[in-house]
């Protein structure tokens, strides 16, 4: 055994010292902060100002399409309002698991909120007004930090072009066919040439017709090819495909009109309307497996039901490069004939455990280093830009989820560590090694494929199914955690487990003793099976 312990050793000093480990280990951290902050920085500082041309023959829906625009930049306004007062506050209120159970998770009350913004118009255009703004932050200032910064208007995210100047076109755009416009333009969208005092291509070009409300889809009406043809109605043109906040913003505003429109024409109040569409019943989740009293669906439920999803995927990150180090060791060593030194003192089965060992040594610093800083970063960007990195937080400190990645980290490697080590064994190249690494990999990417509909239905046929197919129970059962699944599941998959573990060590001990000393090409599958079926002392 001491034979093995001195492998173990050399086999983790001889990965920790490499590049390669310390890379993946200060890359997660890094990359985890980037993914948070670098999207919200591309949106705010690299996401260019959507420049838009508008021309309305109606006449009458041009001023519908520029104020939704404006109530788009109200509405990020007051969020912009909103994440100074908390970021600059005296007493910041802190994110505690006690708060995350007691508050209810709201079904929809961000579509709510949106909604009441939207048939709200007048009182959006007053909170807009420069002496609402500084009404506003007047009112919070005294519950700011002393050196707080003064507060900074946000970039528009849209901005109208003036078409008053538009040169080599002679045509009124009043009166000229759509065609003909969207023929003037076409190069301003598709950046042949800029309009004056453009820096950047036309990113989209509104034609609204002078017969606009003779080209509406009206849902009583059984027959749709009846409907207008799209060339008709309101058009919205732009090269940006996946883009599609503004031409959803306008279509929305637009379709407000009409209603308003009907609603008048049919004797309607169309504030009466808009306050009977925003009458909701309260509507809340409850979850019969919590305590009498306490059954109803809380933030932290939420965020403790999904968050083993995340976990699982980092457990196969993690397990697959652990297990990748070990079978790269295993070939190089054997391609560089270090594993005949290694058996001029040590027996295969000690060399097996050794590297076994000290691969696990190197899996569990890893790990150790992933979840700590996962937990640093979440803690450090908390705040109000990121308030889900602060519940997420509490969340994962409450749950009982990291004991639970823990064991099945430990059976995930030492079942995933068998196999791979046994492969490595029987190849002379890294090339041969990749080759079978590959057609395991895919085989072994189901749990990945599934995961979101396991956590969906933890106790369905499938996740139940999965559960017993031993090389993918550590994932499945870590997605199944916060589910409590049933208690003869935990024991029979735990003793299935140990078993699966058990017997692949076994195997692998077999194939490596055969493999270890074996050069040219591997064996066939008939001549390994004969190998195994013979007894040790025979071979």
């Not at 079978?327 to 005949?340: A, D, G, H, Y």
């Not at 791979?420 to 090694?433: D, M, Q, R, W």
């Not at 076994?506 to 090409?521: A, D, K, P, Y």
């Not at 390994?528 to 079926?533: G, Q, R």
């Amino acid at each position: 055994m001491n034979n093995a312990i001195h492998i173990a050793t050399r086999e983790y000093a001889e990965n920790a010292r490499t590049k390669g480990f310390w890379i993946n280990m200060l890359m997660f951290p890094i990359i985890l902060l980037l993914s948070v902050k670098v999207p919200k920085l591309l949106e705010e500082k690299a996401k260019p100002v959507r420049q838009f041309a508008l021309v309305d023959q109606s006449g009458l829906l041009g001023d519908i399409v520029r104020d939704a625009v404006e109530r788009d930049y109200a509405r990020l306004v007051m969020e912009k309002i909103g994440t100074y007062a908390q970021t600059y506050a005296k007493d910041k209120a802190a994110v505690s698991a006690e708060t995350l159970e007691k508050t209810a998770m709201p079904s929809d009350f961000a579509g709510r909120v949106k909604e009441f913004m939207d048939y709200n118009e007048e009182l959006m255009q007053q909170m807009m007004s420069p002496e609402a703004i500084e009404m506003q932050l007047s009112m919070i200032k005294p519950s700011l930090v002393e050196d707080a910064p003064e507060f900074e208007m946000p970039r528009r995210r849209y901005d109208e072009v003036d078409l008053s100047g538009l040169t080599g076109a002679d045509l009124d755009l009043a009166t000229a066919e759509p065609s003909e416009i969207v023929r003037a333009l076409r190069p301003a969208l598709v950046d042949d040439e800029r309009l004056e005092g453009m820096e950047q291509p036309l990113f989209a070009l509104i034609v609204i017709p002078p017969d606009a409300f003779e080209q509406i889809l009206d849902p009583s009406i059984g027959n749709m090819a009846n409907a207008p043809e799209p060339q008709d109605g309101i058009q919205f043109w732009s090269t940006n495909l996946t883009d599609m906040a503004l031409s959803n913003l306008i279509e929305r505003a637009l379709d407000r009109e009409l209603q308003k429109r009907e609603y008048v024409a049919n004797g309607l109040d169309p504030k009466q309307v808009s306050l009977i569409r925003s009458t909701t019943f309260q509507f809340s989740a409850f979850d019969p497996k919590k305590k009498e009293g306490e059954e109803a669906v809380s933030v932290a439920d939420t965020m403790r039901k999904w968050a083993p999803v995340g976990f699982v995927y980092l457990l196969w990150v993690a397990i697959f490069t652990v297990v990748s180090f070990l079978l790269n060791n295993t070939v190089e060593e054997k391609s560089n004939r270090i594993i005949e030194v290694l058996l001029s003192s040590a027996t295969p089965w000690e060399i097996m455990v050794g590297k076994l060992l000290g691969i696990a040594g190197v899996g569990l610093t890893m790990m150790t280093a992933w979840v700590l800083s996962l937990l640093g970063v979440l803690k450090f960007i908390a705040g109000p830009e990121v308030e889900w990195a602060g519940a997420l937080f509490e969340v994962i400190q409450s749950s009982g989820l990291l004991p639970l990645f823990a064991l099945y980290f430990v059976c995930g490697y030492l079942t995933y560590a068998g196999i791979f080590l046994a492969i490595g064994s029987l190849c002379n190249t890294v090339k041969e090694a990749q080759n079978f690494m590959g057609t395991a990999t895919v085989i072994l990417m189901v749990p990945l494929f599934t995961m979101v509909f396991v956590a969906q239905d933890p106790n369905g046929a499938l996740a139940t199914f999965l559960t017993w197919v031993p090389v993918y129970t550590p994932f499945v059962m870590m997605n199944r955690a916060a589910a409590d699944p049933p208690m003869a599941e935990l024991l029979g998959t735990g003793a299935l487990m140990l078993v699966t573990i058990v017997f692949m060590l076994w195997l692998s001990s077999r194939i490596f003793r055969i493999g270890v000393l074996r050069t040219g090409q591997p064996p066939k599958i008939v001549e390994l099976v004969k190998s195994l079926m013979t007894p040790l002392n025979h071979q």
